[in-house]
């Protein structure tokens, strides 16, 4: 079982659609961060969360600690958001290592 | 502003050719690593270097090596190219002490192809 598991795998959406992207984790976790790989590799920094909610621009992201539970939100989606979304946790002790999720590909459709 | 800057872009390798991944950031973080992506699959950390003069393996550091030539430079050797090894790599940095406090730079990639 892998220990960080995004759903769903594939997303499609229409231009101004909500976007929920979620993350759920099996450790215990010092730190959560979500990415973004554009369609030509590059990958970006979103957030990074420890407790809370983030916001940045139209771009959401909470997490609930006790449920072990990230949520990525995109408000008034568009076309530009396609990429694919990265969940990433650093476990509780563990050194420099993230463990990584395996990504969700999100199409936004004009 | 650069960021963090890898080269080559690309690169194809004949089984058992050596080469070396550039990696560079002007942003003077700490901590530099190295990742392969394969399709489908997650980030895999190859190795590390949580601070200059510091290197240590991560998860699949098997047929790599490392040099954390200076604060700024973490190259990436391949000694002897496998196929195994045809992958897109990605060299990355943050700020500070481990990598929960602080985001992550990411440079650009490189796609190998080891025939």
């Known amino acids: 079982k892998n220990e960080v598991e995004q759903s769903p795998q594939n997303l499609t959406a229409q231009e101004g659609e909500f976007i929920t992207i979620n993350c759920s984790y099996s450790?215990?976790?010092?730190?959560l961060h979500w990415l973004q790989q554009h369609p030509g590799g590059g990958i970006v920094s979103l957030f990074m969360?420890?407790?809370?909610?983030k916001k940045h621009g139209r771009l959401i992201a909470t997490i609930n600690i006790q449920e072990k539970h990230s949520s990525l939100h995109i408000t008034a989606s568009h076309p530009r958001d396609s990429a694919v979304y990265i969940c990433?946790?650093?476990?509780?002790?563990?050194?420099?290592?993230?463990?990584w999720g395996a990504g969700t590909k999100l199409i936004i459709k004009p | 502003n650069a960021g963090v800057t890898q080269t080559p872009k690309f690169q194809v390798l004949k089984t058992g050719q050596s080469m070396t991944l550039q990696c560079a950031q002007d942003?003077?973080?700490?901590?530099m690593y190295w990742y392969r992506q394969d399709p489908g699959m997650g980030l895999r950390l190859i190795y590390y270097?949580?601070?200059?003069?510091?290197?240590d393996k991560g998860e699949v550091p098997n047929g790599y090596n490392v040099s954390r030539l200076n604060k700024r430079e973490f190259s990436l050797r391949l000694e002897s190219a496998a196929p195994s090894q045809t992958s897109v790599y990605f060299c990355?940095?943050?700020?500070?002490?481990?990598?929960?406090?602080?985001?992550?730079?990411f440079g650009s990639g490189t796609r190998l192809t080891v025939v």
């Open positions: 990433a946790v650093k476990e509780e002790g563990s050194n420099y290592q993230l463990i």
């Open positions: 450790v215990g976790i010092s730190a």
């Open positions: 990355a940095s943050s700020t500070g002490q481990g990598a929960s406090n602080y985001g992550y730079t």
């Open positions: 270097s949580a601070s200059e003069g510091t290197t």
């Open positions: 942003m003077n973080h700490n901590s």
């Open positions: 969360l420890s407790s809370g909610k």
